[in-house]
């Protein structure tokens, strides 16, 4: 099929067009002026719908790109929204290059581009989504440096993302995962869901509730435990039922859709629940690592804002200038996973960009020892607070021990040397250093200093019982020495003062939930990065547009007035109103973006 190219521009369009007031700097003026330059060749060149000669026009895929960066640019949109806002939105249609009448694209269409943009790039293996967002993220930080703004201070965080799949408890996961299953089944098998109710003994599979049809006094712990287990034994029997049959399945979407709901409901029994002594199922007194909170959303976790707020879901990961506000890279993980191992990630990603990041703020998440010896192999100096060696009680803790790791000796607050080491047992051996017992037990600070309990006194005022028979241990960490160069960087108010700005990063985040990034739009992790990746190009866009509205503006300001000569101000007329009916394109006299060849890629 053809690719749809709008008819020639009438004079209505341009004439329409002139009266849209299309406010400098905002994304839809961007568009309009820059759009070819933003998706480039590079990258829409493997667009190949239009290429055949048959079917109905494709659309340009510059105006479905520009339509999926609009769906975010004001808080975000469902998919049908935006194209109705496209059909509807005179503003829309010139981001978008198309006439003010005549059709626009259809949500299918949007879906497809989506999952063109998830497909992997041809020359780099990176996908496309992740090749245009760090095209334009070069974009806007070319355009901070080119308008001589304060150069980059990076800075690093996470925030949540809400799953789009249903959160549900123990018990609806396995009631709604089994219903689910037995749907999937008669499909499969091509008969009716009571017959496949009848064939598992499973009645629950006709109703509409599963706690609905279990009617039962959740508080009764025997009432609890018997539904649970009668839950558990049709479930096994039913997975064992699908799994024996799954081979002989030929459609490869049911086959693999009641494969994964057999593996969901099996995790749902390994993680949630326990058997008693009597051989009957409870829901188990703890939370499994990676424990299964969706169905629809299996990768979603139970993660922490703060420590009394909690989410199901993602955690949007951030890397970004706090200076401008411009996103580097962002990847989105599961909600409850830590910060560290995600944050090292984007670090290397902006390093592979040729972006130069060497030093970088961050917070506590961020700061254990792991991290920041990893992020000083990739040359990165980490600006954030090191672990706290706290203790609640008025007894020394480690950090009044002094160590002198070249010398091998630890001196203790009462100042007693010891250079005495041994190696503790366990399962992690590790160096402790050891004071002498008769030192010790004459130590007028060892109340503050040894764990031991106090001996008892008796009535007339005599201690009871014996000395300790040891003296004090000190067990060192594995990475002691670094820990406490840390802490000593960390004492430094030149290094506090300068953390102190890591608060303006803030606005990376809130700039991401303005534009929705709040909640996943979609169903599954690939989906929600997708999503995220969007919002984050979106962002950028904005500080790109204003830029580039700013140094036009400068520009404009700047340009020597002469003098005006006879006939000059009539041909200036003429140019200024040949340059309003201008349509969208680079227009001679604006700044021109840099012309980005396709990055190499390592
Ligand atoms: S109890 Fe032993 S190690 Fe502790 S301060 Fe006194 S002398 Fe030093």
Redesign the pocket.
Known sequence: MPVYRPKQRSFLDLQREERLDVQQGTVVWLLVRYREMIFPQWLTRAWRRGEGRRGRPAWPIEALLALVVLRWSEGGMSRVSACRRAATDSMWRYAMGLPVEGRTPTEKTLREVEAWLLEEHEESGLSRKQMLFEHVAHLALWSVSARGLAPPRWFMDSTPMWCFGAVLDTVRLLGDGLRRLGRAWARATDQPLASVAQSWDAPLLLARSTKGWLRIDWHDPEARSTAISGLVAVVLRAVEDVKGELPQIGDTWVREEAGRLCELLLRVIEQDLVKDRKGRWNIAERVARNRLVSLSDPEAGHGHKTRSESFWGYKINVLGDLESGVIAALSVTPGNGHDAAPGHELVARVQQMRIDLRRILADTAYGGIESRLQLRSHGVDLVAPAPTHKRPSKM?SKND?DIDFKEGVAI?????K?SERETTRGKEPKTAFR??AP????????Q???RVRRPKTSKNGKSMGRPPKA??R?VLEPLERELREARAEWADPARREEYRDRSIGERLNAALVQHGARSARSRGRPAADLQAHLIGMTVNLGILARNLAATEAAARHARPTRRPTAGASRRRAAAAAADRRRPAGPPGRAPQLPLLPSPARS
Request: glycine letters at 8%; proline letters at 8%; one cysteine or more.
């Open positions: 020394f021990f203790c607050p009462n100042g007693v010891s004071w002498a030192v010790c037990a004459e130590c007028p600070m060892r503050q200093c040894l003296g004090k000190l």
